[in-house]
């Protein structure tokens, strides 16, 4: 099956850039995902990004895709306090999405 | 806005008793998961369903089953708890060809401690 890896934790001072990378394996794989769950709640769809773009750009939001090397990035600018939380890289698979298991951001002031 | 429920959002149960755990959407969506959450794990699928009646197992059905008599309703059900089914439990739901491919939308989560 597909795997999804990143990074378990990430912590960045308020303002700073915040980088979250993901690796996946399934090179078929249409949609990539990034997913936010905050404290005590379910996950959110963040942001997306079709598997023939590079770049998209949302607000303070950037993904970033390298096919090529399998990798994804999830770029947050000037990271406030109320960033902190899970992010989860996902990838479609063909009928369910796969999850990486979660990097935890935490952003001190 | 697509909206998921789950009936509880915390729940204790003792080993050995059968436990539901019901999540119901309300966009009409075909497709309904059910993943648990654990701590260094992240999310693992336990079963889906992409239609009415229609199941299949995911990566960890064990220990599970499920029960898909409504469009809009998808239970799990957990026959005999044991501890080591202590846990986060989500729903999701999607609609394939509607939307993005994949793109879930997640109820907020039932934490089940079995003791």
């Known amino acids: 099956g597909e795997d999804v890896e990143q990074s378990l934790f990430l912590s960045v001072r308020e303002g700073d850039s915040s980088v979250i990378n993901c690796t996946y394996t399934d090179s078929s794989s249409t949609y990539l995902y990034w997913y936010k769950q905050e404290p005590g709640a379910g996950l959110q769809l963040l942001t997306y990004i079709f598997s023939n773009m590079d770049m998209k750009q949302d607000q303070r939001l950037t993904v970033l895709l390298n096919k090529k090397d399998k990798h994804l990035s999830l770029r947050i600018a000037d990271t406030q306090t109320g960033d902190s939380a899970i992010y989860f890289c996902a990838v479609f698979s063909g009928y369910a999405l796969n999850f990486g298991k979660g990097t935890s951001l935490l952003v001190t002031p | 806005d697509v909206k998921v429920t789950q009936s509880s959002r915390y729940l204790v149960k003792r080993t050995g008793e059968k436990v539901f755990l019901e999540c119901v959407q309300d966009?009409?969506?075909?497709?309904m998961f059910w993943y648990r959450q654990d701590p260094g794990l992240g999310l693992r699928l336990i079963y889906f369903?992409?239609?009415?009646?229609?199941?299949e197992k995911g990566d960890i059905p064990e220990g599970y089953s499920v029960s898909r008599e409504k469009k809009e309703r998808f239970s799990l059900i957990l026959e005999s708890a044991s501890t080591n089914q202590t846990s986060m439990y989500l729903c999701a739901s999607d609609t394939l060809g509607e939307s993005k491919d994949g793109e879930q939308f997640f109820g907020p989560g039932t934490r089940l401690t079995v003791l």
């Open positions: 369903s992409y239609d009415v009646k229609m199941k």
């Open positions: 966009m009409d969506h075909e497709n």
